[in-house]
């Protein structure tokens, strides 16, 4: 009767699966619900006539229940844009919903006429991946947020995973297991015996994979730089205040007070403000040289200082702004520059801003103050701060897109450095979902990773993932801590990357042509038989 129902109102219990597997992702962390969420949309998959239908509604309520939170960001300006927050409430999940749509309506129509229950989950976990990765590359410049695979952040023995496969294998092996598991269930009518390997096989697959990232978590303990010592400074200033230019040098004050090592023992190398720390009032940052020796003052001699700020380039046309940041010295020289390359659609930049502005002049405009649109910087780079070690700067949005945070052909750092401002978010998921995300950037480089993060949570991340110290969400405060060494070696993924996913494409439709053959064979074998004792 249950199944019937379930049939009956298969569009309902899509979207119900959907927001089941949002409880996957921080700061919940319940894997098994996106284990139950997806199978349940696998099984949903094996049995409806409208699998464009299913898959869409799945994704109303995963994404519509993962990424509400966006929509904070028009709070904070309430009056201007008040009149976006049901468009965005209702747009987000309407057009993410499109990609598990077209999930459900490519595996239904490439295995309706497959017999053999191996092949199908095995065909619907690369068709997931392969519809995350083209969201993640390819709506709006990317968008890999809600990738399943980070339904494991938590458990970091199945993370440790994403240092051979990438977040996408992760992905792939959330969804085998989900598929697996579903598939058991859908077949317990029939004889037991013949289909137990359908809950074996993963169920030992999980072991292993969680063995062996048990046993490389053993391998590699976090061992520090024995003379970097980092402050990590998360201010907790509200985006309504940042956005004041009456409170610009009181905020600015705020910022330096958590600065200051002039009056402590111990030293302190690098002092790390947030994203747009320093305001550009009354001057940009870099045109300002009494602000910046003002904050060299509040620093130990030989002590750099990063901050976030935005930056302006003069040229003939008239300069490009940026969103970046800045390396200043003790005596206010400055010492690195970077700009952020991938840019936040709607928040740094307007899409199809002449089209906006054709049909409805002064309507639309981006959420941060100012009128112009950021310029993206060149990409990925190597700073260097005398003997510090090396890395590589990451503002925000940039840490969610692997294979992104490192330039190929420059010189490797050794650590990675994400600033950042979730205040828009307030205390909704998104800052959690964002320090799980930042956190699988660094497995899979085998890099550790400082986060710095405005209202939080700023944290001290190993190679391995592992959260050495944090400042919880809106939480003012400062975090003294050493460098965690990078590990010995790269890991394969940051080797290969994701052309190890094409690799795995290949093998597994081997795999699936196999399977499907021999199941196939042995079905046409069993019908023989059973003419053969018929005509006897």
């Known amino acids: ?124 976990s690369f068709i997931w991946i392969s519809v995350e990765w083209l969201c993640g590359h390819y709506f709006f410049t990317g968008f890999p947020w809600c990738l399943v695979g980070y339904t494991w952040t938590d458990l970091l023995p199945i993370c440790q995973l994403a240092s051979l496969t990438g977040i996408y294998g992760l992905s792939l092996f959330t969804c085998l297991l989900a598929g697996y598991l579903s598939e058991f269930f859908i077949q317990r009518e029939g004889k037991f015996f013949p289909h137990c390997s359908l809950i074996i096989v993963p169920l030992v697959l999980f072991g292993l994979i969680f063995g062996w ?57 690098l002092v790390i403000l947030p994203e747009s720390a320093i305001s550009w009032s009354p001057k940009f940052l870099e045109q300002d040289n009494d602000r910046r020796t003002y904050m060299g003052s509040y620093l130990q001699q030989g002590t750099w200082m990063i901050a976030g700020t935005p930056r302006f380039e003069p040229s003939l046309a008239g300069g490009d702004v940026y969103n970046g940041l800045l390396a200043i010295g003790s005596n206010g ?37 100012g009128e112009r649109d950021f310029t993206p910087g060149p990409g990925p780079v190597t700073l260097t701060l005398g003997s510090l070690p ?92 050493q460098l965690p060494l990078s590990l010995k070696k790269k890991t394969f993924y940051a080797n290969y990357g994701d052309s190890i996913l094409l690799f795995g494409f290949i093998l597994f439709s081997f795999i699936i042509l196999v399977c499907n053959t021999l199941w196939a064979l042995g079905k046409k074998q069993r019908h023989f038989d059973i003419v053969n004792r018929e005509v006897e």
């Open 1 to 124: 009767m249950f199944n019937r129902w379930i049939q009956k109102h298969a569009f309902i219990t899509s979207f119900c699966a959907g927001v089941v597997s949002t409880l996957g992702f921080a700061p919940y962390g319940l894997y098994f619900c996106t284990l139950l969420g997806v199978g349940g949309l696998y099984r949903l998959l094996r049995q409806t006539t409208h699998p464009f239908k299913t898959g869409y509604c799945f994704g109303l309520g995963f994404f519509g229940f993962s990424l509400y939170w966006v929509n904070n960001a028009l709070m904070v300006d309430l009056s201007r844009f008040w009149w976006i927050i049901p468009i965005g409430l209702t747009a987000i999940p309407a057009t993410l919903g499109l990609f598990s749509g077209l999930t459900g309506w490519v595996f239904s129509h490439l295995t309706s006429r497959w017999s053999g229950p191996w092949t199908k989950p095995l065909a619907f």
């Open 333 to 369: 020289d400055i010492e690195a520059r970077f700009n952020k390359f991938h840019l936040l659609p709607f928040g740094e930049y307007l899409p199809f801003r002449d089209l906006f502005e054709a049909v409805a002049p002064g309507l639309f405009h981006k959420f941060t103050a």
């Open 213 to 269: 990232g048990y046993y490389r978590l053993k391998c590699h303990p976090t061992h520090y730089h024995p003379n970097v010592s980092l402050r990590l400074v998360q201010p907790n200033i509200e985006q309504s205040r940042k956005w004041n230019f009456d409170a610009t040098h009181e905020v600015f004050q705020e910022h330096l007070n958590l600065s200051e090592t002039r009056a402590i023992d111990k030293p302190i190398h």
């Open 390 to 481: 090396p890395f590589s700067p990451l503002i925000c949005y940039e840490a969610i897109f692997p294979q992104q945070v490192v330039h190929p052909n420059k010189p490797r750092p050794e650590w990675l450095l994400n600033i950042t401002n979730d205040g828009w978010f307030g205390t909704s998921v998104g800052p959690h979902q964002h320090l799980s995300i930042a956190r699988m950037r660094a497995i899979e480089e085998g890099l550790p990773m400082a986060r710095v993060a405005n209202t939080g949570v700023s944290a001290m991340i190993d190679p391995c993932g592992r959260i050495l110290e944090r400042l919880e969400i809106e939480t003012r405060g400062i975090l003294d801590v």
